[in-house]
């Protein structure tokens, strides 16, 4: 039954410790700014994305199906992900060096982005202060297979281990390049228009609002943690004190969020998730 289903991972995973941070928002938006580097997959992005009309949805769009995947039941995350590939199937792409046609779902591409996304959650959250072992690390990663499965790849050519990870990052560095595709969509991602203002055009500087300069900050942490590789490509210097500085940014911000009740952080996925946990716990407690 679904009510007894506790879905891909549960509450022994090391994905459910991992996604109960809050602080993944700014691993999500570390991760568009690592993806926005692979000139195929930028272009798969821009050339089938509302992502500069509809930053917002899209965005809601993300979580919901990241959600999905970790705290719904096993029907949802299929169902969730058969959903993804259906319309991943149907989108095409040009390359921006060759104008050859290509499917956004190829392999490489699904690839890229989960790696991309997955180590930009578990580092963030490791960086901010939660406590992982690197045992965990690694189950962590290959806890994710399940998830790198539902958007069809085969679960064997994902990286399963933190070195696994490191090497891969390794293999792809020499198809990565900073484009213009990539410098607009950083900037994009560092300012972005507030909901309901994408008519207008975005001006930084003193018509910055509190809201505004707080989301900057937040931005500018998510770059700040990049690898030191990914911010020389965007033309930084890749300092150990720029790593060292995000460091201390996003674990003030985790505290900030850990002051915060949680029931104005956690989504109806999540708490519907914790109350199948909770009763599969108090049944084996009965019996």
Same mark, same amino acid.
């Given at each position: 039954?679904?009510?007894?289903?506790?879905?891909?991972?549960?509450?022994?995973?090391?994905?459910?410790?991992?996604?109960?941070?809050?602080?993944?928002?700014?691993?999500?938006?570390?991760?568009?700014?690592?993806?926005?580097?692979?000139?195929?997959?930028?272009?798969?992005?821009?050339?089938?994305?509302?992502?500069?009309?509809?930053?917002?949805?899209?965005?809601?769009?993300?979580?919901?199906?990241?959600?999905?995947?970790?705290?719904?039941?096993?029907?949802?995350?299929?169902?969730?992900?058969?959903?993804?590939?259906?319309?991943?199937?149907?989108?095409?792409?040009?390359?921006?060096?060759?104008?050859?046609?290509?499917?956004?779902?190829?392999?490489?591409?699904?690839?890229?982005?989960?790696?991309?996304?997955?180590?930009?959650?578990?580092?963030?959250?490791?960086? #901010?202060?939660?406590?992982? @072992?690197?045992? !965990? =690390?690694?189950? &962590? *990663?290959? %806890?994710? +297979?399940?998830?790198?499965?539902?958007?069809?790849?085969?679960? #064997?050519?994902?990286?399963? @281990?933190?070195? !696994? =990870?490191?090497? &891969? *990052?390794? %293999?792809? +560095?020499?198809?990565?390049?900073?484009?213009?595709?990539?410098?607009?969509?950083?900037?994009?991602?560092?300012?972005?228009?507030?909901?309901?203002?994408?008519?207008?055009?975005?001006?930084?500087?003193?018509?910055?609002?509190?809201?505004?300069?707080?989301?900057?900050?937040?931005?500018?942490?998510?770059?700040?943690?990049?690898?030191?590789?990914?911010?020389?490509?965007?033309?930084?210097?890749?300092?150990?004190?720029?790593?060292?500085?995000?460091?201390?940014?996003?674990?003030?911000?985790?505290?900030?969020?850990?002051?915060?009740?949680?029931?104005?952080?956690?989504?109806?996925?999540?708490?519907?998730?914790?109350?199948?946990?909770?009763?599969?716990?108090?049944?084996?407690?009965?019996?």
């Amino acid at each position: 039954m679904a009510s007894d289903d506790l879905g891909l991972f549960g509450p022994d995973s090391v994905t459910w410790k991992v996604h109960a941070e809050p602080i993944l928002l700014v691993g999500g938006l570390r991760s568009l700014y690592l993806q926005a580097l692979h000139p195929r997959a930028m272009a798969g992005v821009a050339q089938n994305s509302s992502y500069q009309t509809d930053p917002w949805g899209r965005l809601l769009r993300t979580a919901t199906y990241v959600a999905t995947t970790v705290y719904g039941t096993t029907a949802e995350a299929q169902a969730a992900g058969r959903r993804l590939t259906a319309l991943h199937s149907r989108l095409r792409a040009r390359d921006p060096s060759t104008g050859t046609e290509f499917r956004i779902d190829e392999p490489d591409l699904l690839r890229w982005v989960h790696v991309t996304e997955v180590e930009s959650f578990v580092d963030t959250a490791r960086r #901010a202060g939660l406590t992982l @072992t690197d045992d !965990e =690390v690694d189950g &962590y *990663y290959t %806890e994710q +297979r399940r998830a790198a499965a539902l958007v069809g790849l085969d679960p #064997a050519t994902v990286p399963g @281990t933190a070195a !696994e =990870v490191a090497a &891969y *990052y390794a %293999e792809v +560095r020499s198809d990565l390049r900073m484009t213009r595709e990539a410098a607009e969509t950083a900037l994009f991602l560092t300012a972005p228009p507030p909901p309901g203002t994408l008519s207008r055009p975005v001006r930084l500087g003193l018509s910055l609002g509190p809201t505004r300069w707080a989301y900057l900050g937040v931005a500018g942490t998510a770059f700040g943690l990049l690898p030191a590789w990914a911010r020389r490509m965007y033309g930084t210097l890749g300092l150990p004190t720029t790593a060292f500085s995000a460091e201390v940014g996003v674990r003030a911000l985790r505290l900030a969020l850990g002051a915060v009740p949680r029931r104005y952080l956690e989504g109806p996925i999540y708490q519907a998730a914790m109350a199948r946990a909770a009763a599969a716990q108090a049944a084996r407690v009965a019996a």
